[in-house]
């Protein structure tokens, strides 16, 4: 641990890749460095993988988010990678007052789009993106929470609770590109898909939402339960509120993402940021691993 109200926690996630017959050449893309930022202090990160690189560099993409890039040259028919990495979180919501927050109705009319008005950054996130359509169905879902002049932070954190009690948590209904409307049709799937469907609802009634992916503490405080999602990496979502910034909810879970929860990249949705991504010549059929554990490290 470390000071007073922060969690240092340590994460160690493999991907390993086996290919049915050598990869001559692959070109690809990996998110598995987190962000420093204001509740979030990475003090150390390494990567590590195997064939070597021939060539590789980091860059910060247009969401803010580290992004690998690497090439392998070398004939391979087993592929992975290490990342590690220590991060200290400080609590976030100490302050945040549910009932004072805007009427959800003024924050959707002032990000409403105005020929000649202001830009606001956060309009990028109101609008459709490939996984994460806008529609009357998720629209109409959304508006049970939120009734005229309830707040933004009270009406998503009364969706968040709804999909957690309405939906089914089952790692074998979805892909990682199923759309947000079909897991809202199934009423089931893992967590991106309760933080797509969450962030389906939130723009269909004009508030910005992004999809967060990251890791999840993997061991509770003592009496409660395992948290579902924390084999593998997490998402949850986040609503922009004009008063207090972004709000992060976890609906796989009906919790605010906090202490427990380390933030790994911000974009629409999980298109935007598959943790590996990227292009190879040979390969054929293949298999992929992972592994991930994160845990509290404890102060001397």
């Known amino acids: 641990m470390s000071d007073i109200g922060t969690t240092t926690l340590s994460v160690h996630h493999t991907t390993t890749y086996h290919y049915a017959w050598p990869v001559e050449l692959a070109q690809q893309r990996a998110v598995v460095t987190p962000p420093s930022c204001a509740w979030q202090t990475v003090g150390a990160h390494s990567i590590e993988v195997d064939p070597a690189p021939s060539h590789q560099h980091m860059r910060t993409d247009g969401f803010g988010n580290n992004v690998l890039h690497f090439m392998l040259d070398v004939p391979h028919e087993t592929m992975w990678l290490t990342a590690t990495s220590t991060v200290t979180l400080k609590p976030r919501w100490q302050a945040l007052d549910i009932a004072r927050s805007p009427r959800w109705e003024d924050a959707a009319e002032r990000l409403r789009y105005r020929a000649g008005q202001p830009f606001h950054p956060e309009t990028e996130f109101v609008y459709a993106s490939p996984n994460v359509a806008l529609h009357d169905s998720l629209r109409n ?100 509120c004009p008063e207090n910034g972004w709000i992060d909810l976890d609906p796989t879970n009906a919790m605010l993402a906090d202490t427990r929860h380390v933030t790994l ?34 102060s001397a």
Do not use: K, N
């Open 141 to 240: 879902y959304a508006l049970l929470s939120f009734a005229p002049g309830v707040t933004v932070a009270a009406g998503a954190i009364d969706l968040m609770h709804r999909i957690h009690a309405d939906f089914d948590y089952h790692s074998e209904i979805t892909e990682v590109h199923t759309p947000a409307l079909e897991a809202f049709a199934l009423r089931s799937g893992v967590c991106q898909d309760f933080a797509q469907v969450m962030i389906g609802c939130l723009r269909s009634i004009g508030l910005p939402a992004r999809y967060v992916s990251g890791y999840l503490c993997t061991d509770p405080p003592p009496g409660e339960p395992r948290l579902l999602g924390a084999d593998a990496s997490h998402a949850w979502a986040g609503v922009w």
């Open 265 to 298: 990249a911000i974009a629409r949705d999980y298109s935007d940021v598959p943790l590996l991504h990227g292009v190879i010549v040979g390969g054929g059929e293949h298999t992929v691993g992972v592994e991930v554990s994160v845990v509290p490290v404890m």
